[in-house]
């Protein structure tokens, strides 16, 4: 049964920074995508990054230059790195991961999600 516990989010003013952390139990996914998405209020989910078995990473062009992604295998926590914060970051953050490791920003194709953490800059 996988698990995923985000953790890090809170209010901040514009131009301020904040990590997430997504821990994440229960896998045994020899590949993988992981990636964070967020949800603003009447808004859909987006991608925000991704990272897969290979490395490789995506970004949605908003935060590309402010945000990034990383991954700790030995601690099973995936990371986002989040600077030079905008009020239109404000949202629900929430990380996923699956098996498929070719998911990329894929929002309604990731299997598991953890339950969010709040981000507010203003």
């Known amino acids: 049964h996988v698990q995923l516990v985000e953790s890090g989010g809170g209010s901040v003013q514009p131009g301020g920074s904040l990590r997430l952390s997504c821990v994440v139990s229960?896998?045994?996914?020899?590949?993988?995508?992981m990636a964070w998405f967020r949800q603003a209020p009447g808004n859909e989910r987006e991608g925000v990054a991704s990272?897969?078995?290979?490395?490789?990473?995506h970004y949605i062009d908003s935060v590309k230059g402010r945000f990034t992604i990383s991954l700790d295998n030995a601690k099973n926590t995936l990371f986002l790195q989040m600077n030079s914060l905008l009020p239109e970051d404000t949202a629900m953050y929430y990380c996923?991961?699956?098996?498929?490791?070719?998911?990329?920003?894929?929002?309604?194709?990731?299997?598991?999600w953890g339950q969010g953490t709040q981000v507010t800059v203003s």
């Open positions: 229960g896998n045994t996914y020899t590949k993988y995508s």
């Open positions: 990272v897969d078995t290979y490395g490789l990473t």
């Open positions: 996923a991961a699956d098996s498929r490791w070719w998911l990329g920003l894929q929002t309604k194709s990731y299997t598991h």
